[in-house]
């Protein structure tokens, strides 16, 4: 099925989110839509897909007009979508997930499943799967939860599949699995529309990338262009993957954790007997795969948990059992993994959340009266400082895209003086202009002789980032490497395998050794897009 | 005749709704989901991300918050259209109209003046008597809606505040009567000099109302016991204990057989603003000064900002260091010692003794104008000010044209209810963001679909 885009125009208001797009997805394409947060590359899916009319421009399907108004009849036309929040219901199996919007009855108005059930299965097997019909949604990994997304497309025979920022919510591992299954897909003839602001899956991945820069095509461009060259056109700068730092000039040791355990609430060890210091002027990386303890960790040190044991020390002054307030005072600043969830209040405005936690301080509170003129005022200053794109200070924080707020959040944090910097995932969800942006943040902290702890799953940015690496697997710590460590050996290690095992392995088995890890280039690519 | 001309709307009624396909109400529902996420901004109603609402995981909690929080255009809207809907209430309930009805077709003018007298009689009960023989029977209307506005504000203030801290404060009802309860006492009980007495009876007052809201804030703080159930049941222990009370010595008026408190004492009273000939007193004033408080607490205090830190995120207000335990029982304390002074105002100012009914019905009508009123203190001002002048001018309706009272509580809660489906009123009018076919279409289907609930209710 051939799908094609003519001058798609949609405007929201004053604002033009989508402004004559031209595209067109062949049969048997991967077609990447590369653009950065706030492009308009989500309500141009959104309107092929019937959830949006579009304010100008039509679509064609194998050459002839058509118009969608709700999403089934884009279904019924052969388009499926796999939204980037997963559009499944919890509490349903995998067959009753699949099955909604038409679902088949029997005598007496039962459900019939049975069919569902066995074209799961065929689905299942004929792409590898590995998906129980029968399963709760709720009790399935992420990775397998956008399976069934896919299923309910494939079930609803999709020949062209939009899948919205796939890989944003997945692991390295599930990542890889995740384009092994659009390959599939793409051999079987089907067409892919593959939106993604993540260049190294858009290399991996595309048979022709479309660049949207606010609204707009700003061109075509090739899957073997250079990530720098894509991230420019993305950007409309040229911009550096590589990050230019000078070697750690490391002080004293400052901050020091000894033995730290967290019991979760099933008595669980989810942090277990850790123990490591960062020095003034380092970053330490905390690597591994989600879910191995460095939410815990971090939060432990915050405060946060309520089992911990141990001692987590800064500046001589124990830390563990105090309360989150105390931490923050004694000049920690700290970058939650979940920004939206636990950095900032998305109803509030962008001058509220810049002293979310310097409310109640000089200069912005004088006893219990704030002072709404300076933290207006601050919050301009930031606002410049930081470059959040934001029409005004008064707009709640909410209505920002990723990468402002996690800017706002960053300048809160770093516009203290502060003795200990702990950011988790600083860089998910943003694009690549932000992260850039946030990685210079954060090593000119560290160049201040702020000892920093960075928590990442994303192997790139703990490589570019740490001075060390501390590799966490199922809350124990596998070991403390230097950042010249090579990904096969922190890609062994994050999988549990000791520092100087991974060592050995790595060693023997060097060619092929990018089956472990979990980026699907190979790692001699790296040094040839940092020239 | 008039058995003929009702079935009639009744059919068309009845079948103009369906057009609206199950199927639609989804597509909206994902829709807007999506026009969040992705427009962000623009859509002016909630500036409440999607994703926040869906990582909030209390799902309940944020359809509240978006009721509690809506746009002020749909709490007129919902005003105007619950009184449009009242008059066909009225219209079709009251004999002299159903009777005009039948002739309706020679003299439609009739029909309308039968539905419009009320009302008039409403405004005249409640804002101005232009029959009035001096200026202070002219007057009198709009003194009397203050005076019954003012409980209402004050219980109004308390429960908006808890909702801004994230809590659905339905205990109004029993910190009011712990807040008259302590005042009372405090009122007949005791005998002070003039000016120290009602000092001490309206802190006494604010204090009953503080412990009863307090306790559950401390409940819901300590062990996690849900809010709603807690006041609900601190509630009914309230009504009780007053009921309970008012047969003891301590309470009970000597010689009365009556569950009724002795008069408080003169100097502990609220003075009277405009003479005797008027109910009002300077309890009003107090509503004015509790509502600028409650405006300074939630918008230049720190505290306020705790409360709404925490009412809106309560993950982020934790890691940013704030308190949250502390904040939910200093709010509910506060929150109570509001609906406490509400109390005070019945007992110190309206009633000027306590009886078992002294709460009325404040404590519950105080939700709706705290939801009228957006949870934002000015607004709940003047929510209350509304409701009052529904209080104070049903009387006068129901004397001058023998409208029931109860119609007041059926706009009341006609309001309540258009507020809570905001896509409704703003079908009704028009006013959908989205989709311009689908709101014209199904204005006329909705509309005839409402009247005919309307006049069915």
Redesign the interface.
């Given at each position: 099925m051939k799908l094609e885009l003519k001058g798609i125009t949609k405007r929201?208001?004053s604002?033009v989110?989508n402004d004559h797009i031209d595209l067109v997805v062949e049969p048997g394409q991967v077609h990447c839509l590369l653009g950065e947060n706030g492009a308009g590359k989500?309500?141009l899916m959104?309107v092929l897909y019937g959830?949006?009319?579009p304010t100008e421009g039509e679509i064609l399907v194998d050459d002839k007009p058509v118009v969608f108004k709700?999403?089934?009849e884009a279904m019924a036309a052969g388009i499926g979508m796999v939204?980037q929040?997963f559009?499944l219901i919890p509490v349903f199996t995998v067959a009753e997930n699949v099955a909604l919007g038409n679902e088949t009855t029997k005598a007496a108005g039962l459900l019939n499943l049975d069919a569902t059930r066995e074209k799961i299965r065929q689905i299942s097997d004929q792409y590898g799967f590995d998906v129980d019909p029968d399963a709760m949604v709720e009790d399935l990994p992420v990775g397998v939860q956008q399976r069934v997304e896919i299923i309910k497309a494939l079930v609803r025979d999709a020949e062209v599949l939009i899948l919205d920022e796939p890989t944003a919510v997945l692991t390295p591992q599930e990542t890889d699995e995740l384009l092994d299954i659009i390959r599939q897909l793409k051999r079987d003839g089907k067409s892919i529309v593959f939106i993604s602001h993540k260049l190294r899956e858009v290399k991996a991945i595309s048979d022709t990338i479309t660049v949207i820069r606010r609204g707009k095509v700003v061109g075509q461009a090739d899957p073997s262009a250079s990530p720098t060259e894509l991230a420019s056109a993305m950007v409309g700068r040229a911009v550096s993957l590589n990050l230019d730092k000078a070697p750690a000039k490391t002080g004293d040791v400052t901050f020091t954790v000894r033995n730290l355990t967290v019991t979760d609430h099933n008595g669980q060890h989810v942090v277990d007997g850790l123990s490591f210091d960062i020095a003034k002027g380092e970053v330490l990386a905390i690597a591994g795969v989600q879910g191995n303890g460095q939410t815990e960790l971090t939060e432990a040190i915050?405060g946060?948990q309520p089992h911990v044991t141990g001692s987590i020390t800064l500046d001589g002054e124990e830390l563990l059992g105090k309360?989150?307030?105390h931490?923050?005072?004694a000049g920690v600043g700290?970058v939650?993994e979940?920004r939206?969830?636990?950095?900032?209040?998305?109803?509030?405005t962008i001058a509220?959340n810049m002293i979310?936690?310097l409310?109640?301080k000089a200069p912005f509170?004088r006893g219990?009266?704030?002072k709404?003129s300076v933290i207006a005022e601050n919050a301009a200053k930031k606002v410049e400082e930081f470059d959040v794109r934001t029409p005004s200070v008064a707009?709640?924080v909410?209505?920002?895209?990723g990468g402002n707020q996690q800017k706002v959040v960053l300048a809160r944090e770093l516009s203290r003086p502060l003795r200990l910097f702990i950011a988790s995932q600083p860089t998910r969800g943003l694009d690549v202009g932000s992260i850039e942006f946030v990685h210079k943040r954060v090593i000119a902290e560290r160049d201040h002789g702020t000892p920093v702890m960075i928590v990442s799953t994303e192997l790139d940015e703990v490589m570019q980032l740490a001075d060390r690496i501390a590799v966490l697997y199922r809350g124990k710590l596998v070991g403390i490497v230097p950042a010249t460590t090579s990904r096969d050996v922190l890609g062994l290690m994050m999988a549990g395998v000791p520092a100087a095992e991974a060592e050995a392995s790595a060693s023997a088995h060097a060619p092929s050794g990018t089956t472990t890890t979990a980026l699907p280039e190979p790692a001699g690519h790296e040094g040839e897009t940092h020239v | 005749m008039s058995e003929k001309t009702t079935p009639e709307p009744q059919a068309p009624g009845g079948t103009t709704p369906e057009p609206q396909t199950p199927?639609g109400t989804t597509?909206e529902a994902?829709?807007s989901d999506?026009?969040l996420?992705?427009?962000?901004?623009?859509?002016p109603p909630s500036?409440?991300?999607?994703?926040?609402q869906?990582?909030?995981g209390d799902r309940e909690g944020s359809v509240m918050h978006k009721i509690f929080t809506g746009n002020a255009m749909v709490s007129v809207l919902s005003v105007l259209l619950a009184i449009v809907l009242g008059g066909i209430l009225m219209a079709v309930t009251n004999p002299k109209v159903a009777a005009a009805a039948g002739y309706f077709f020679a003299q439609p003018g009739d029909l309308l003046t039968e539905v419009i007298r009320p009302y008039t009689a409403l405004v005249q009960g409640s804002i101005f008597n232009w029959a009035g023989a001096d200026l202070s029977a002219q007057l009198y209307p709009i003194t009397e809606t203050f005076t019954v506005a003012t409980p209402l504000i004050c219980a109004g203030l308390g429960v908006a505040l808890a909702f801004r801290a994230g809590l659905f404060n339905i205990g109004a009802q029993g910190q009011i009567i712990f807040g008259a309860l302590f005042g009372a006492y405090a009122g007949f009980a005791w005998h002070l000099p003039i000016g120290l007495h009602l000092l001490v009876v309206i802190v006494a007052g604010l204090v009953g109302g503080a412990v009863w809201g307090g306790v559950v804030g401390l409940l819901k703080a300590r062990t996690g016991a849900h809010e709603v159930i807690v006041t609900i049941m601190l509630n009914y222990i309230a009504n009780f204990l007053l009921l309970f009370l008012l047969t003891t010595p301590a309470f009970q008026r000597k010689g009365s057989t009556n569950p009724i408190s002795p008069f408080l004492d003169p100097s502990a009273l609220f003075p009277e603003l405009l003479g005797p000939q008027f109910r009002l007193h300077a309890g009003f004033l107090a509503a004015i000064l509790a509502t600028v408080f409650v405006w300074w607490l939630l918008?230049?205090?720190?505290?306020g900002?705790?409360f709404?830190?925490v009412g809106?995120?309560p993950?982020?207000?934790?890691?940013?260091?704030?308190?949250v335990a502390r904040s939910t029982i200093l709010v509910m304390a506060i929150a109570g010692a509001l609906a406490g002074l509400a109390g005070i105002a019945q007992v110190s100012g309206t009633e000027k003794y306590l009886s078992g009914g002294v709460a009325a019905s404040i404590g519950f009508d105080a939700i709706t104008v705290a939801l009228l009123g957006r949870s934002t203190p000015w607004g709940t001002f003047f929510a209350g000010l509304l409701f009052g002048a529904f209080r104070a001018g049903g009387v006068a309706m129901q004397a001058q044209t023998q409208t029931p009272i109860d119609i007041v509580l059926v706009i009341q809660s006609l309001i309540v209810l258009f507020i809570a489906a905001p896509p409704l009123v703003r079908a009704i009018f028009g006013l959908n963001p989205r989709?311009k076919k689908t709101t014209t279409s199904g204005t006329a289907g909705t509309h005839a679909g409402g009247v005919k609930s309307g006049a069915a209710a």
């Open positions: 929201f208001g604002l989110a989500s309500t959104n959830l949006y009319d709700d999403p089934g939204h929040h559009m915050l946060v309360s989150v307030k931490v923050l005072g700290f939650p979940d939206t969830l636990d950095g900032l209040v998305g109803t509030f509220e979310l936690d409310y109640d509170a219990v009266g704030m709404p707009a709640a909410g209505t920002l895209s | 199927g597509k994902v829709a999506v026009a996420d992705t427009a962000g901004g623009q859509m500036a409440v991300p999607a994703a926040t869906l990582h909030g918008n230049r205090s720190t505290i900002f705790e709404r830190a809106a995120n993950s982020a207000a934790r890691t940013a260091g704030i308190n989709k």
